[in-house]
């Protein structure tokens, strides 16, 4: 079965970390670039950071500094370290796959399901 599956979400406070997983079936994801958005509650999908197949990485401003994105090929998974969490970055987490990944879910033809990532106190 083709997919992607996005795991590591939780609740955390103010200042906390948690690395996101995102695991894929079916295919490999060494053929493809790897986005990681975040949709708040009521609003769309926002890109936090994108690599592409040669592991460069691109991030949101306000993430830059706290958040990691890496690519383990052989494990067919894409990361996303995020440290110093903030309140604002509650929400769910969503990672996709395309050849050309830019800050444009549409860019994207592959999601999975979402993580939820909480920071409360």
């Known amino acids: 079965q083709v997919q992607l599956v996005e795991s590591g979400g939780g609740l955390v406070q103010p200042g906390g970390s948690l690395r996101l997983s995102c695991a894929a079936s079916?295919?490999?994801?060494?053929?493809?670039?790897i986005g990681w958005f975040h949709q708040s509650p009521g609003k769309g999908r926002v890109g936090v950071s994108y690599i592409n197949t040669n592991s460069i990485r691109t991030y949101k401003v306000s993430v830059r500094g706290r958040f990691t994105i890496s690519r383990d090929n052989a494990k067919n998974t894409v990361y996303l370290q995020m440290n110093n969490l903030k309140p604002e970055d509650t929400g769910v987490y969503y990672c996709?796959?395309?050849?050309?990944?830019?800050?444009?879910?549409?860019?994207?033809?592959?999601w999975g399901q979402g993580t939820q990532v909480t920071v409360s106190s």
């Open positions: 079916g295919f490999s994801l060494a053929f493809y670039g």
């Open positions: 996709a796959t395309g050849r050309n990944p830019s800050w444009f879910p549409g860019d994207y033809d592959r």
